[in-house]
Nanobody, 117 residues
Framework: QEQLVESGGGLAQPGGSLRLSCLAS????????MYWSRQAPGKGVEWVSK????????FYADSVKGRFTISRDNAKSTVYLQMNNLKPEDTAMYYC??????????WGQGTQVTVSS
């Protein structure tokens, strides 16, 4: 059924950039707001960003505001997270997710982002 697959993570230096992608399938992607969250080792899950279904509004956690940009391509059923000026504190597993009308949130498997010199 519904599935989200993240990609694009990896190792970046402080001040560097990465672009994460999340490919969706099994549901009407263009009808749902999409989200990014992250979890650092030993930490709780932190919400990072949200984008409306039509891309008309975006929202960011204070910790990433001004550095990260969420976007989507509904024709490709893909949501992106452009991460610029990366900091070591951004090191985490990054997950995309959405909330169906029924049941719990659907999460991807995650992609690891490591920011280190």
């Amino acid at each position: 059924q519904e599935q989200l697959v993240e990609s694009g993570g990896g190792l970046a230096q402080p001040g560097g950039s990465l672009r994460l992608s999340c490919l969706a399938s099994g549901f009407s992607f263009r009808e749902y707001a999409m989200y990014w969250s992250r979890q650092a080792p030993g930490k709780g899950v932190e919400w990072v960003s949200k984008i409306y279904a039509d891309g008309s509004e975006t929202f960011y956690a204070d910790s990433v505001k001004g550095r990260f940009t969420i976007s989507r391509d509904n024709a490709k059923s893909t949501v992106y997270l452009q991460m610029n000026n990366l900091k070591p504190e951004d090191t985490a597993m990054y997950y995309c997710w959405y909330k169906p009308e029924e049941g719990p949130e659907t999460w991807g498997q995650g992609t690891q982002v490591t920011v280190s010199s």
